[in-house]
């Protein structure tokens, strides 16, 4: 490729624990990639739940720590024999995503169809397959199964339902809002229940749609508010998912507490299950696939821009309850 490499790039970092503000947009030597690494230049990053858990020092992190999970991009440079051709459009989950150009390695590298959109092909990356790989392996649904999902109108969320729908499953949504309801709705939840109702009511709205069983699986990105009444809600058997701490992490519970309805709990990570460089290609093909066949809507709550300030809004906006679907934004 005859892109010039610049010397020097921008990039989002933090230098230490704190609020929206530490965020800063600086200049920084562009990164080299290693033998089995490739250079990526950025086009769209996104915004996820999880860079304020790495802002907060909830996630530990090194200082200075470049922001960001996940993006598309053209790929510039790349090992010899590298089956993707540079300057082909990728995207990865590889992290250090606020930047002008990343490194990535080999492995988590996917080319994005020209046929999807790379704005799109940002939500494949942590949202995509985390929905993906939630309703595969941390509990593997079947058709007619019945599911909860939790913040059902964020970016994990809406992309979820969808899937779900795909795949034949059942799904009651929470959200905290009648507008996020209706948009989950409209999405193809079969129930939706505002959180800021009482638990006892929406316990009791959810053992009743279910015929008293409960459900077969709770995927939970909220943690620790919702934690307990994951318990009441889940049927004999059943699998609690918890994936998430967007109200705090879920408090710690004795085994004793699973043994009433012989339940399973399970704490996934995208990148603890997605690792190998087969899981990978796996994943990444299927989440292609289920988008085309199953027409899937990539909602953009915003586009912002690339800079400290529009960054720190972006985190206190997804922070604040008030966002549905992705983040975006745009660096070049
Ligand atoms: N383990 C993994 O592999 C993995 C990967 C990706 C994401 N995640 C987790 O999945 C969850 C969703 O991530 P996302 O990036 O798609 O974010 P998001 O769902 O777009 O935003 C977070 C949502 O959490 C809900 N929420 C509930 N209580 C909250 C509180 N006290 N403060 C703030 N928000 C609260 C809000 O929806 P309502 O207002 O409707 O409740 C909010 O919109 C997060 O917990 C994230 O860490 C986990």
Known sequence: MSTQI??????IQVDKAGGPEVNVLREIPTPSPGENEVLIKVQWTGVNYID????????PVTYPYTVGSDAVGTLISAPKDYPIKEGSKVFTTAGKAFAEYLVAPTDRVAVLPDDIDPKDGVSLGVQGLTALYLLKESYQVKKGDWVLIRAAAGGVGLIFIQIAKY?????IGTVSSESKAELVKKNGADHVLLSTDSSESNIKKILDITGGEGVHAVYDGVGKDTWDE????????GTIVTFGNASGPPP??????LSAKALKVTRPTLHAVVKTQEEWDEYTSELIDISKKGNINYAVHKVYDFTAEDVAQAQRDISGRGTTGKLLIKID
């Open 6 to 11: 610049p010397k020097t790039i921008k990039a």
């Open 52 to 59: 304020n858990y790495f802002r907060t020092g909830l996630y």
């Open 167 to 171: 795949l034949g499953v059942n799904v």
């Open 230 to 237: 994951n318990f009441e809600i889940i049927r004999r058997k």
């Open 252 to 257: 710690a519970f004795s085994p004793l507490k």
